[in-house]
């Protein structure tokens, strides 16, 4: 098997934007003392780590494993997960709205097609994690939420629209009733009149 360094090395081939943003954080220094490698620290070595919003924080958070919860890297990974989930139910929520107001007919493939961007500054906020500050995690973050944030008036708006047309329909219908039995009426005098 591979060393544990060259392990580590590896990472950064398929990895780099990732390796650089860890390269420029305040981690970079400490792990690089370390025998281990860099990536290894937090992902692992042969049973790497899948990655998860949960390294951050919860019960199975690799920050924990070196920073108590009341610390100052405890709270920065905290806040990252707090930012993060934040913005993938926000962009959950968008979704559910804009698939609702699909099923109902109603055009909403441009809001669904931005939805796209805010997946992808979920994805950045992501990776900005290894730069281990909360500025780097929170401006896709703030991008991504304006994002969910239109789509999901665009989706309020379009459920809205969905009602107005099924009030004008019930409106239309019960005018065409009425004239219907109005005819029905004056055919019934004209008839009754001439016999």
């Known amino acids: 098997p591979p060393a544990v360094s060259s392990v580590a090395a590896v990472c950064g081939t398929c990895h780099v934007f990732e390796e650089q943003l ?16 860099t990536c290894v ?3 692992s070595n042969h049973a790497i780590l899948k990655t998860s919003d949960q390294l951050l ?10 920073h108590d919860p009341d610390s ?10 707090g930012l993060i989930q934040d913005l993938q139910s926000r962009i959950a929520a968008a979704d559910a709205i804009l698939e609702q107001a699909r099923t109902s007919g109603i055009e909403v493939s ?12 979920l994805v950045k906020a992501r990776a900005n994690v290894h730069a281990f500050a909360i500025q ?3 401006q896709p973050v ?45 055919i019934r005098w004209l008839h009754s009149g001439r016999t």
Not at 154 to 178: D, F, Q, W, Y
Request: charged share 20%.
């Open 22 to 37: 860890f390269d420029k954080s305040p981690h970079q220094p400490a792990f690089a003392a370390m025998s281990t490698g």
């Open 41 to 43: 620290v937090c992902h």
């Open 57 to 66: 924080g919860g019960k199975s958070a690799v920050c924990g494993e070196c």
């Open 72 to 81: 100052a890297g405890g709270k920065t990974a905290a806040q990252a997960a």
């Open 110 to 121: 441009e809001a669904i097609l931005r939805q796209t961007d805010a997946r992808q500054n």
């Open 136 to 138: 780097a995690v929170s």
């Open 142 to 186: 703030q991008a991504g939420l304006a994002i969910a944030a239109e789509d999901y008036r665009a989706g309020e708006a379009a459920l809205k629209e969905k009602n107005i047309r099924r009030m004008g329909l019930a409106t239309s219908l019960a005018a065409i009733l009425v004239t219907m039995a109005g005819l029905w009426l004056i």
